[in-house]
DNA sequence: GTCTATATTGTGATAGAC
DNA sequence: GTCTATCACAATATAGAC
């Protein structure tokens, strides 16, 4: 499989804008056209940097996942408390929706996951693997710190904060309200820490 | 717009075998040719009983949302409590991810929501405040018999539990997991409402 | 209500010139 | 790398016979 780093520049802009169109219409509702239209490029040149459709969003959630794990580095290195890195953390998801209510790249593909190529559906899967390792061990930090009480499992509360958060883009697409997934994960964390 | 109540026999069938394919591949990945081959007539006969896609889809989330209604309205004569209730209404969910890791028909649909025509994506919207509003009045009865002990509104916490469940679906699908949206609800139930 | 046939448009993909 | 031209096919949708 291609790796994003080694891309053109060219190409990186047609991942950059295949990336917003897989996050607003999802896999299948976005074509080769609607790519070469943002780029400024004909079809035929998007086939040279990207022959199948599966390689290019294949690399747009490979760089997407890439960019997450960045993100959770930097998280860690700017914050030191669990809840503190959590609230962090939700605000990745505020900060995607609150650009034209966009979904996360892998909350779409997770949702028509049985209907797409194998080499897109593993990129997806990985991407909530690494975040909910990622989760798991802030949480059981935390726990350990006395700074989350629940008594819950390090690895469930990881995992319901995630899916509260990826819902919240659901629902609040679905409900054609600018509110972000930010009150959904302050009630989770509000309610679950104290 | 048509309603589900005042189609015929073979019209449902078409109804049935759309649902399906919206929960598994979402609007944009199922066409009129696969609805014909799974009721087994051809595809122009679709189009008699549904002109356009759009009408057939709606009439999907339509039927679904009258469907969830009763179900809420079965779950208040069966459960007088409101953590009962909850805790059925979760089930819900897990009915539907069992069967072939099906996604709600409005968490699909939501997902796509900003590129489906007006007449389902209202109805779409139409279903998530159906369910808030319910779970809205069933947390702030719990939270007035001192049943749900959480400090945070009826609203926010209603919110939270929709998207807890929707988004499990997502994330269970997207890891190629067959754990169902239950833990979910009971991390939910367990560590935020008491 | 269902069918065959067809119109029309869109889609992923390729060949080959520049 | 990009283009024009084109392919093969699939999609939504309609006309009109039975």
Not at 8 to 28: F, I, K, M, W
Not at 41 to 68: C, D, G
Not at 106 to 129: I, Y
Request: include cysteine.
């Amino acid at each position: 499989m291609k790796h994003f780093s080694e891309i053109s520049p060219t190409a990186v802009r047609v991942v950059d804008a295949a990336e917003g169109l897989v996050q607003q219409h999802g896999y299948n509702g976005f074509s080769y056209d609607d790519v070469a239209q943002l780029v400024g490029i004909k079809k035929p040149s998007i086939h040279h940097h990207f022959p199948k459709k599966e390689e290019l969003v294949a690399v747009v959630a490979q760089r997407y996942t890439h960019r997450f794990r960045e993100a959770l580095l930097s998280i860690e290195g700017q914050h030191a408390k669990a809840p503190d890195r959590l609230i962090a953390y939700a605000a990745l998801f505020e900060r995607t929706f609150a650009k034209d209510r966009r979904l996360c790249v892998c909350g779409m593909l997770g949702a028509e996951s049985d209907s797409l190529p194998e080499a897109v559906a593993s990129e997806v899967e990985r991407f909530f693997k690494v975040n909910l390792e990622w989760l798991k061990l802030v949480v059981a930090d935390g726990q350990r710190a006395a700074l989350i009480t629940s008594k819950s499992t390090a690895e469930v509360l990881a995992e319901a904060f995630l899916c509260a958060l990826e819902g919240a883009m659901v629902v609040g697409r679905g409900m054609r309200s600018s509110r972000g997934p930010t009150e959904v994960g302050n009630t989770f964390l509000f309610s679950v820490l104290t």
